[in-house]
């Protein structure tokens, strides 16, 4: 076999002791969870902002821009519900590449996935316990979940791994939200497929043991843009679009139909300031359409402290590492002028 076994990592029951989260930090959760289901189920109006860096680099920048936003989130939390994203693993396209801080908790060094696990869960919790946000993550890995499943209050599950079974069944077992995004064909039937599994009960494998799900009605879809076979990006959170997806939610029956739209990716083929214009395009939509607007929850926005994006070493702080992202500026007037329109 040509795999070199390093190491036995911990299981995750072991770090959660290791880390444990204290009384406060759970309350404050349960209190982040209840605010943003209410979201999804329609008992609140606010809007809701998965916002943040594309990818969790380093502590200290993280924080220091969930700080800022914790200053926003009092300016406009009677509209607004903000989730920090804080993404700590990134699929690569030809597996080249940084992988996030569960495989390199310093982009500058090799792997160390043992270390990688600490800092990702000390970064969530941090998040939790200085500011009172508990956070979102992308499911990459679903085995991975466990690390962070008693922190953790918005999931998403990313183009390429919609349409595999492991992603849909554990969704099914959340009970949190958790955000299925439209496949990077841009074919819908995926995406309404990924959230009826979600939505249901299964029985499966996982982490060794059979396991069972009573269905997740908190899964939703998230509208990214799709990318043609010759490799153009297409936009997909038009009026037309969203219209489209409301009249595929109506003949479902799913539960809380819901979508997140993606501001960056395929929608703004990664040009990061088209995200202000198609933000707000998307909230026109809802003002001029009373099914759009009780389907279209909210935003998913790539944000940092500066514009844009470097490389691996270059060492500018608050800048990704990864996709170009919205500068802090720019982010903090997007939220006021998406908040005035809610």
């Given at each position: 076999?040509?795999m070199?076994?390093?190491?036995?990592?911990p299981i995750p029951?072991?770090?959660?002791?290791?880390?444990?989260l204290?009384?406060?930090?759970e309350?404050?959760k349960a209190?982040?969870?209840?605010?943003?289901?209410?979201v999804?189920?329609?008992e609140s109006?606010?809007?809701?902002?998965v916002?943040?860096?594309?990818?969790a680099?380093?502590?200290e920048?993280?924080?220091?821009?969930?700080s800022?936003l914790?200053e926003v989130?009092?300016?406009?939390?009677d509209?607004?519900?903000?989730?920090?994203?804080i993404?700590t693993?990134?699929p690569?396209?030809?597996?080249?590449?940084?992988?996030?801080?569960?495989?390199?908790?310093?982009?500058n060094?090799?792997p160390?996935?043992?270390?990688?696990?600490?800092?990702i869960?000390?970064l969530?919790?941090?998040a939790?316990?200085?500011?009172?946000?508990?956070?979102?993550?992308?499911?990459?890995y679903?085995?991975?979940y466990r690390?962070?499943?008693?922190?953790l209050?918005?999931v998403?599950?990313g183009?390429r791994?919609?349409?595999?079974?492991?992603?849909?069944?554990?969704?099914?077992?959340f009970?949190?939200?958790?955000g299925m995004?439209?496949?990077?064909?841009?074919?819908?039937?995926?995406?309404m497929?990924?959230?009826t599994?979600?939505q249901s009960?299964?029985?499966?494998?996982y982490?060794g043991?059979?396991?069972?799900?009573?269905?997740?009605?908190?899964a939703?879809?998230?509208?990214?843009?799709?990318?043609?076979?010759?490799?153009h990006?297409i936009?997909?959170?038009?009026?037309e679009?969203?219209?489209?997806?409301?009249?595929a939610?109506?003949?479902?029956g799913?539960?809380?139909?819901?979508?997140?739209?993606d501001t960056?990716?395929a929608n703004?083929?990664k040009?990061?300031?088209?995200?202000i214009?198609?933000?707000?395009d998307?909230?026109y939509?809802?003002?001029?359409?009373?099914?759009i607007?009780n389907l279209?929850?909210?935003?998913?926005?790539?944000?940092?402290i500066?514009?844009?994006?470097?490389k691996?070493?270059e060492?500018?702080?608050?800048?990704?590492?990864t996709?170009?992202?919205?500068?802090?500026?720019?982010?903090?007037?997007?939220i006021?002028?998406?908040?005035?329109?809610?």
């Amino acid at each position: 076999m040509s795999m070199n076994f390093k190491r036995k990592l911990p299981i995750p029951m072991d770090i959660k002791e290791q880390f444990p989260l204290t009384m406060a930090m759970e309350e404050q959760k349960a209190k982040n969870d209840a605010e943003i289901k209410a979201v999804f189920t329609g008992e609140s109006d606010k809007l809701l902002l998965v916002i943040g860096p594309c990818s969790a680099d380093s502590k200290e920048p993280v924080l220091d821009y969930i700080s800022r936003l914790a200053e926003v989130r009092e300016k406009v939390k009677d509209k607004i519900v903000i989730v920090p994203r804080i993404y700590t693993n990134k699929p690569r396209t030809t597996g080249a590449g940084y992988k996030g801080m569960l495989h390199q908790p310093d982009p500058n060094e090799k792997p160390d996935v043992l270390h990688g696990i600490i800092a990702i869960r000390d970064l969530h919790m941090c998040a939790l316990k200085e500011y009172g946000f508990s956070c979102a993550d992308e499911m990459l890995y679903p085995a991975n979940y466990r690390y962070l499943s008693d922190i953790l209050s918005y999931v998403a599950v990313g183009a390429r791994s919609v349409e595999n079974q492991e992603h849909r069944l554990t969704s099914s077992g959340f009970d949190i939200p958790v955000g299925m995004k439209n496949p990077t064909s841009g074919d819908l039937s995926i995406m309404m497929n990924a959230i009826t599994a979600a939505q249901s009960s299964h029985t499966f494998i996982y982490r060794g043991w059979e396991v069972e799900s009573e269905g997740n009605p908190y899964a939703h879809a998230i509208m990214r843009g799709l990318v043609t076979r010759d490799g153009h990006n297409i936009s997909n959170y038009h009026y037309e679009d969203l219209a489209q997806l409301s009249q595929a939610y109506a003949e479902s029956g799913l539960k809380n139909p819901a979508c997140i739209v993606d501001t960056n990716h395929a929608n703004s083929g990664k040009k990061y300031l088209e995200q202000i214009r198609i933000a707000k395009d998307v909230m026109y939509s809802r003002a001029h359409n009373a099914d759009i607007k009780n389907l279209i929850k909210g935003f998913m926005i790539e944000s940092y402290i500066e514009d844009g994006a470097q490389k691996i070493g270059e060492g500018i702080y608050g800048k990704s590492i990864t996709d170009p992202c919205l500068g802090w500026d720019k982010t903090e007037r997007l939220i006021f002028d998406i908040a005035e329109q809610v």
